[in-house]
């Protein structure tokens, strides 16, 4: 373990966070379970916040996955293009070779790490089942662990996402940060955390549950398509949909949708993700573990986010925003981020990890 202390709060200190957190930040309704704030006062406070629109949006995302498709990008990139590429490369320089500058960075500071799980941790894969993580990166995030707090934040559910990572030293935050819990298995830094458990979105779960099945079928006449249930929110994947049936597909989840003027629409990676209109996301569960760990107000962190897809930038965004710790896009090709450095892909997300490891 580290020679850096990490604040441990006790019961008592959890309680008085739990309360200010309440106090200050009425998005954050309860730690553990310790506040006894009514769902249905919780449910108005989350309500309605965090909407990014519903079935009016859906061909616009359509046409973005379109055009991220391999089948438009260039084999030969036009001179100005190779221009702006190298523009975008010197704002967000690759974390490799940034990394003594980053460790410079967060001199002095509590580094915390946050991990998505699918293109980040794990390769894209067509089967969402089996989007395994190798036995290798599985090692480092397993030694990432031992010097350095460190969460999983995924779309996935937290059931889900946990089976495919398997190590009870994490925090784990499913479904987009609506469900988190915190380690089964102590160390030096989350004694005491791991009562941590908050879910942002019970009052929804009887309509995903409704809309899971009615979504199976309505897209079970289109061949490749798959809903996944990921508990506080679903998914509705069009990566083995040939292309030419997206626009029906997307028809079918926004006549579904609307019918639900709770639930809303994000996009990701040939993904449509259905999820509550609630003022919750990746970054707000960034907040929450930073508070839950003991580090709500302070200066003295450095939080680390390293993700590939849009709904990790509300997690950049937090991050930039506030100044604090640095957050890395995982990606190829160039993308409108918030996020400081990149990786390409998660092969090199393991030899940062290693290095950050190697460097203790
Ligand atoms: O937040 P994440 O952990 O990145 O989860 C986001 C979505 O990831 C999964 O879908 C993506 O990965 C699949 C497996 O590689 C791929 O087939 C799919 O096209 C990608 O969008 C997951 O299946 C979704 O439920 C998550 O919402």
Redesign the pocket.
């Known amino acids: 373990m580290t020679n850096q202390n990490i604040a441990v709060p006790d019961v008592k200190a959890r309680i008085r966070m739990a309360i200010a957190m309440a106090i200050s930040k009425p998005e954050f309704p309860a730690l553990g379970g310790f506040l006894a704030i009514s769902q249905k006062k919780l449910l108005k406070r989350l309500e309605n916040g965090g909407g990014r629109g519903g079935g009016a949006k859906v061909s616009t995302w359509i046409d973005s996955m379109r055009a991220s498709s391999p089948t438009r990008i260039k084999s030969t990139i036009p001179i100005s293009e190779t221009q702006e590429k190298s523009s975008w490369i010197l704002h967000h320089p690759s974390a490799l070779n940034q990394f003594e500058k980053i460790i410079q960075e967060s001199k002095g500071k509590q580094i915390i790490m946050f991990l998505?799980?699918?293109?980040?941790l794990?390769?894209?894969?067509?089967?969402?089942e089996r989007?395994f993580m190798t036995k290798k990166m599985r090692a480092a995030v397993k030694d990432l662990a031992r010097h350095y707090p460190t969460a999983i934040?995924?779309?996935?559910s937290r059931n889900k996402?946990y089976k495919f990572v398997r190590l009870d030293e994490l925090y784990y935050a499913g479904s987009?940060g609506m469900d988190i819990k915190g380690p089964t298995k102590s160390h030096n830094y989350n004694k005491g955390n791991q009562g941590v458990f908050f879910q942002a979105a019970n009052e929804f779960l009887p309509m995903i549950d409704e809309v899971y099945k009615l979504m199976l079928e309505k897209t079970k006449s289109v061949p490749g398509a798959k809903v996944?249930n990921?508990k506080f929110?679903l998914?509705v994947?069009?990566?083995c949909v040939d292309e030419k049936s997206w626009d029906a597909l997307a028809e079918q989840v926004r006549l579904v949708l609307n019918e639900y003027p709770k639930l809303t629409l994000t996009q990701?990676?040939?993904?449509l993700?259905i999820r509550p209109t609630i003022k919750w996301d990746?970054g707000k569960a960034l907040e929450f573990l930073l508070e839950s760990l003991g580090y709500g107000n302070s200066t003295n962190v450095f939080p680390i986010y390293i993700?590939?897809?849009k709904?990790?930038e509300d997690a950049f965004k937090v991050l930039k925003n506030s100044g604090q710790g640095t957050g890395i896009l995982v990606s190829k090709v160039q993308k409108e981020t918030s996020a400081s450095y990149t990786l390409q892909d998660p092969s090199e997300v393991e030899k940062f990890l290693q290095h950050l490891v190697a460097r203790m």
Do not use: L
Not at 268 to 271: A, I, L, M, N, T
């Open positions: 998505d799980y699918d293109g980040t794990s390769p894209i894969v067509a089967d969402p989007a934040v995924s779309g996935r996402v987009h996944e990921n929110c998914s994947h069009f990566r990701g990676r040939k993904v993700e990746k993700g590939d897809d709904t990790d």
